[in-house]
């Protein structure tokens, strides 16, 4: 086999869309070499509590359940947010049939949380020194971002502000 | 119908000669756009040769992370790799990254398993979980007038303690019962006997610990320990007390309120509104009005409404469903390590001595939650 053709090739596209009055459709499609899947969950604002899911999983291999709308409502009354994976796992299953199932529920959810990141995200000026101050502000706003990736790691000119004052705060207290 | 957001995440691996497959990832989305390539040598699945590049990213300093893109350099494939990946390329160099390694990961054991390699003792379709906003900080604050007050010390850090109170930290993790802590019960029990409490529980995630364990503690401490657990529910993380049946996996909150009644337990509902990285609940239009109506708020008996690791705004919103609801408050370190111990608490009028002492405690409503922290 030539070496520039690959063996094996993956697609999965994420969309989240507005489909009534507070509430989203976040879909994951699954393309691969040996997978055909597709996942949709509806969630309601602001609670962010899935309130529909639907979707079909063909795998040359894993065989998903029998009824699979009926196993996928199990997550039916979560919400989207901190704690979640443990939970849509726990609720699907983590054997093997199940695992890239409940992968796909998590980047449907993931979707809808990056949805929401985004129009914060666009607020952030464009210039230098507003981009500065509002990507810094996140952090005292937010204080699980600090030392959560490398942006935000302590020492990095982004949390420069927020050390300074918790150090401020712990000394006054 | 519009798209408000689409993220594409497109990989392929092709062989670059009979002992090495070559992976190349792309991911974009409605804000980042950024490509991975690896190496991996087939006769153990060992990953090499890690490069990494942004095409559009946020924050003036995203491009750091790629100083930490080869951290994963050396993993073997083979192995459940997850947890690792998170660790250092989700949180020292970005969270997206260590998504889309993972899903390279997930093709690479595919391929693998359609060459019909045969590799021992791999879990080789496993499709590993995306990172996820956990983390969180702790604020103290002023609260609304139908909740007890989370009382604060005048103290620096946690050295004082109010006068004439009997303080409890009800929420905490020790390792190994709770993978996700990284101290152990003694090392907990030390410190929180140096803070000044009264008295700790151990929550350890759907975890028991055994009354003789917990009485050899006490003895050998000479501090009171008490048994919780903190049950995964599908409404959330439950603290559950006066209740020792074992629980695995998720229960549905209905059901646990069932049983824990049925043998005079308590169930409090913890950090209700632990939330994400970038967005708090008010941006999204969460009132303590719609908050209230959470299905939870149903089957639990108080509420945690000051937790040592979630934000400021989110203690707030739990405090003030709590008085909307009319529910005892509680607060808690939530300490996975020794320095969070203690940093909230709460206050009791009298002492207790037992697990009964504390069920019969929680259920007289007569207690305030109390920050320890300096912050």
């Not at chain 2, 009132?287 to 299905?295: D, I, P, Y």
Request: charged share 25%; glycine share 8%; net charge negative.
């Amino acid at each position: 086999m030539p070496r520039n053709i690959p063996l094996f090739t993956f697609n999965r596209c994420t969309s989240v869309e507005v489909v009534g009055d507070n509430e989203l459709r976040s879909v994951c499609r699954l393309r691969d070499s040996v997978t055909d899947a597709e996942i949709a969950v509806n969630v309601r604002l602001p609670d962010l509590e899935i309130i529909g899911i639907s979707g079909y999983f063909h795998h040359d291999r894993l065989q998903p359940p029998a009824d699979l709308d009926a196993h996928l409502r199990r997550v039916v009354g979560v919400r989207v947010g901190s704690g979640m994976l443990k939970i849509i796992a726990g609720l699907l299953g983590e054997d093997e049939n199940c695992r890239q199932l409940v992968y796909m529920v998590e980047e449907c959810c993931h979707g809808v949380i990056l949805n929401l990141t985004r129009k914060v995200l666009l607020q952030a000026p464009d210039d230098e020194a507003g981009s500065f101050a509002f990507f810094s502000g996140l952090v005292k706003k937010s204080t699980r971002l600090y030392d959560r990736c490398a942006a935000y790691a302590a020492g990095s000119p982004l949390v420069r502000e927020f050390e300074a004052e918790k150090q401020e705060r712990e000394s006054s207290s | 119908m519009s798209s408000q957001f689409m993220r594409s995440k497109l990989i392929n691996v092709c062989r670059l000669d009979n002992n090495t497959l070559v992976v190349h990832g792309v991911l974009d989305d409605s804000i980042y756009s950024l490509e991975l390539d690896f190496k991996v040598e087939l006769a153990g699945l060992g990953c090499f040769d890690v490069e990494g590049r942004w095409l559009r990213w946020t924050t003036p300093e995203c491009p750091r992370s790629l100083e930490f893109i080869r951290l994963v350099e050396g993993l073997k494939l083979t192995d459940p790799v997850s947890e690792r990946v998170h660790k250092t390329l989700g949180r020292r160099s970005c969270r997206h990254y260590a998504n889309l390694f993972l899903e390279m990961v997930y093709a690479v054991r595919e391929t693998v398993r359609m060459l019909e390699l045969d590799l021992p003792g791999a879990a080789l379709s496993e499709p590993e979980p995306p990172a996820e906003a956990d983390e969180a900080g702790d604020e103290p604050e002023k609260v609304s007038s139908t909740v007890a007050s989370p009382e604060r010390t005048a103290s620096r850090g946690f050295s004082q303690k109010p006068a004439g109170g009997f303080i409890v930290d009800l929420h905490l993790h020790t390792a190994p019962a709770s993978p996700c802590a990284s101290d152990s019960v003694a090392e907990m029990i030390v410190v929180a006997k140096k803070r000044g409490l009264d008295g700790i529980c151990l929550t350890d995630h759907n975890y028991l610990w055994s009354e003789k364990e917990v009485q050899k503690l006490r003895e050998r401490h000479d501090f009171l320990i008490l048994r919780g657990n903190e049950v995964v529910t599908d409404q959330g993380d439950m603290l559950v007390f006066g209740f020792h049946e074992e629980i695995r996996g998720v229960v549905r909150l209905r059901d646990l309120k069932e049983q824990v009644a049925a043998r005079g337990g308590f169930i409090i509902a913890a950090h209700p509104f632990r939330g994400f990285l970038t967005f708090a609940a008010d941006d999204i239009g969460l009132t303590v009005e719609s908050a209230s109506r959470r299905e939870m708020f149903k089957w639990v008996d108080g509420v945690e409404v000051l937790n040592g690791r979630v934000t400021e705004n989110e203690n707030r919103l739990a405090r003030e469903v709590a008085a909307a609801l009319h529910l005892p408050a509680t607060g808690g370190s939530d300490a996975h390590q020794v320095s969070e111990v203690g940093r909230c608490a709460t206050l009791f009028p009298a002492p207790f001595h037992d697990e009964t002492g504390l069920v019969a405690a929680l259920r007289s409503g007569d207690y305030r939650p109390l920050s320890l922290s300096g912050d």
